[in-house]
C-alpha cells in the first residue's frame, strides 16, 4: 500500500447547529459495488480513517489515496467549516466517516454532508473533476418572500456577483455576499467549491447550482443547493460568520504541512519560538552590521590618507626642466670651486656611490659642508633623470629636509648639503 496525503485549507463557514448531527445529507451511488472483506474495503478504511487527523490538522481539506492499483484503489476528502475547533472538526469527520460506511455499505461512491463537515469517498479519483450531475439536496425555508418580485430579482443579481466571487476572487474558492431587498431586509449568501476544483471549473459548478435555484425556490426567503463539489445557499437572515466569511476572501493558502505536522492549537507556540528566533537574529545582526559599517568607513579614510601619503610625484619634462634650471639663481657654482672643496674628488672625500655615481664630501670656502654627487660615465641613468632631482631637491626649503646648495649642470654633478652620518632623517635617492 502507497499513501498520498494532501492537505489545502478549507473556508466552509456554515454555523454548525447544536447537535450537528440534526441535519446530515448522504449518497450512496450503485453504480460500482465492492466485496465486503476485499481489498478495496481495506483501502477504504484505510483512507477514511486517515481523514479525521489530516482534516483537523488545520482545519483544513483534506484528500488521501490509498491502494496498489485499479480497481482496489480507494480516495477520499474530508473537509471541515473554519469557525469550528480542532477537536470538533476531527470528531465530525470521524463521525460521518463511520455513517458512511455503514449508510453505503458495499457502495464505493458515496457523500455525507452535513453543516460541519463533508466526506466522500471513491473507487476512482475523482480530484479535480467537478461533479455536477448529483444533486444531494435542495431545501427551501420555511417562510415566503414579503415582495417576491423584487426578491427574485435581487437574488439573480445576488448570485451572478457570488458565482465569480467565489471562483476568482479567493484562493480558497468561497464567498460571501450580501444585497438589499427593502430598507430592513437583506438576503445573505454564501457559495463554495471544494478546494480541489479549478476556478473556471469552479464558476461553471456555481452557475449550475444557482441554475437549481428557480426550479425549487417557489417565493421562499432562503433555499440551499448541495452538490457532490459545490453548493451555494441564501437566506433572509444572517447564518454564517461574517467576521471570518470576510477573513476566508483574503486568505492566502496555507503552507502544506510535513508528515508528523502540529496541530492548529500548537499554532501559538510555533509563532512564540519563531518571533523569539527573528528577535534573537535582529538583536545579532543589527550590532554586526553596524560594526562592519564602521570599519569600512575607516578603511575608506585610511586608503584615502595613504593615498594623499604616497602621491606620485611627476618628472618633468626636459623643456621644463631646463626652465626650472635656469630659474634657480645663485645655485650654481663652477666646477674648480668643487674640486678645491672635495679634494679635487679625492677618494679620502667619498662618502659613497649613488645611481648617478661617487657621493663626496667637501668644504667650502665660506666654511659651508657640502655633499657632491657626480654622475659617472658608466651610470645607466640619464641626464634628464639627474635634472628632476636638481629641481625637486631645489624645492626642498625645509629645516629638516636636505637642499640644493648648486647644481653645475655642464659638469654633472649635483651640490647639497652635507650632513654628518646619523643627522639625515630623509633618505636621498640618488639620480644620474
Request: positive net charge; contains cysteine; proline residues 5%.
Amino acid at each position: 500500500l502507497f499513501p498520498v496525503l494532501l492537505l489545502l485549507c478549507s473556508s466552509s463557514l456554515l454555523a454548525a447547529p447544536a447537535n450537528a448531527e440534526d441535519d446530515i445529507y448522504f449518497q450512496c451511488s450503485s453504480d460500482a459495488n465492492y466485496t465486503l472483506g476485499g481489498a478495496f474495503q481495506a483501502n477504504l478504511d484505510a483512507v477514511l480513517s486517515s481523514l479525521p487527523s489530516a482534516a483537523a490538522a488545520s482545519w483544513c481539506f483534506a484528500k488521501n489515496a490509498t491502494g496498489a492499483a485499479a480497481p482496489d484503489m480507494a480516495y477520499g476528502i474530508a473537509q471541515c467549516g473554519r469557525d469550528v475547533s480542532t477537536p470538533v472538526c476531527s470528531n465530525c469527520v470521524e463521525k460521518m466517516a463511520q455513517k458512511l460506511r455503514d449508510g453505503c455499505l458495499g457502495r464505493k461512491n458515496a457523500i455525507i454532508f452535513s453543516e460541519t463537515c463533508m466526506v466522500r469517498h471513491s473507487n476512482a479519483s475523482f480530484f479535480g473533476e467537478p461533479d455536477g450531475g448529483h444533486l444531494l439536496k435542495y431545501y427551501t425555508a420555511v417562510l415566503n418572500a414579503t415582495q417576491p418580485e423584487l426578491f427574485a430579482t435581487r437574488l439573480d443579481a445576488l448570485m451572478s456577483g457570488l458565482k465569480t466571487k467565489a471562483a476568482y476572487g479567493s484562493p480558497l474558492m468561497f464567498a460571501p455576499n450580501v444585497t438589499d431587498v427593502a430598507p430592513l431586509v437583506k438576503i445573505y449568501s454564501v457559495a463554495q467549491c471544494t478546494r480541489d476544483l479549478g476556478k473556471d471549473d469552479c464558476y461553471k459548478c456555481l452557475d449550475r447550482a444557482a441554475a437549481y435555484i428557480p426550479s425549487y425556490w417557489d417565493m421562499k426567503q432562503g433555499g440551499q443547493s448541495i452538490l457532490w463539489s459545490y453548493f451555494v445557499r441564501f437566506e433572509a437572515s444572517l447564518f454564517y460568520d461574517a467576521s471570518g466569511a470576510e477573513a476566508a476572501m483574503s486568505t492566502a493558502l496555507a503552507p502544506v504541512p510535513a508528515p508528523g505536522a502540529v496541530s492548529p492549537n500548537n499554532n501559538h507556540n510555533s509563532s512564540t519560538g519563531s518571533n523569539r528566533t527573528v528577535r534573537t537574529a535582529l538583536l545579532v545582526s543589527i550590532p554586526v552590521g553596524v560594526t562592519l559599517l564602521v570599519l569600512l568607513f575607516v578603511a575608506v579614510y585610511i586608503c584615502k590618507k595613504n593615498r594623499k601619503l604616497h602621491k606620485h610625484v611627476q618628472i618633468a619634462s626636459k623643456s621644463h626642466v631646463d626652465e626650472e634650471m635656469g630659474s634657480s639663481d645663485s645655485l650654481q657654482y663652477d666646477l674648480n670651486t668643487l674640486r678645491i672643496a672635495t679634494g679635487n674628488f679625492s677618494d679620502q672625500n667619498k662618502l659613497g656611490q649613488g645611481g648617478f655615481g661617487p657621493v663626496y664630501k667637501g668644504k667650502l670656502p665660506n666654511g659651508q659642508n657640502i655633499a657632491v654627487k657626480r654622475l659617472s660615465t658608466t651610470s645607466h641613468q640619464g641626464q634628464a633623470e639627474m635634472k628632476n632631482e636638481v629641481v625637486l631637491v631645489a624645492k626642498f626649503q625645509h629645516k629638516n629636509l636636505v637642499r640644493l646648495c648648486d647644481t653645475p649642470v655642464s659638469r654633472k654633478a649635483l651640490n647639497i648639503p652635507h650632513i654628518h652620518s646619523h643627522t639625515l632623517c630623509m633618505k636621498f635617492v640618488c639620480l644620474k
